[in-house]
């Protein structure tokens, strides 16, 4: 079993930064890609940025050039960086972890989510 924990999040200023982590703990092998999506309600969960266990790294359009991605294997964490952050960022963004645990396989996993509020 895996377990994502997300930290950061909260209300900003249109124009500011914020910072996400999430660690994932528990009985790992090996985690592959890991990422962030968002959701607002009544909308379905998107993907903003993924990256591989080589660092390959993917975005949503509406957020490169503005959020960046890493991951610190051997903390089993990734990072995401969000700056010049627009109203329409306002979301629950969501860690997610393809990660292969000693008691179930490969698996696709996910965090509690954390609220990230841009005030305009």
């Known amino acids: 079993q895996v377990q994502l924990v997300e930290s950061g999040g909260g209300l900003v200023q249109a124009g500011g930064s914020l910072s996400l982590s999430c660690a994932a703990t528990?009985?790992?092998?090996?985690?592959?890609?890991m990422g962030w999506y968002r959701q607002v309600p009544g909308k379905q969960r998107e993907l903003v940025a993924d990256?591989?266990?080589?660092?390959?790294?993917n975005y949503a359009g509406s957020v490169k050039a503005r959020f960046t991605i890493s991951r610190d294997n051997a903390k089993n964490t990734v990072y995401l960086q969000m700056n010049s952050l627009k109203p329409e960022d306002t979301a629950v963004y969501y860690c997610?972890?393809?990660?292969?645990?000693?008691?179930?396989?490969?698996?696709?996993?996910w965090g509690p989510g954390t609220q990230v509020t841009v005030s305009s």
């Open positions: 990256i591989t266990s080589g660092s390959s790294t």
């Open positions: 528990g009985s790992i092998v090996r985690i592959n890609a």
């Open positions: 997610n972890a393809d990660a292969v645990s000693i008691l179930l396989g490969r698996k696709d996993y």
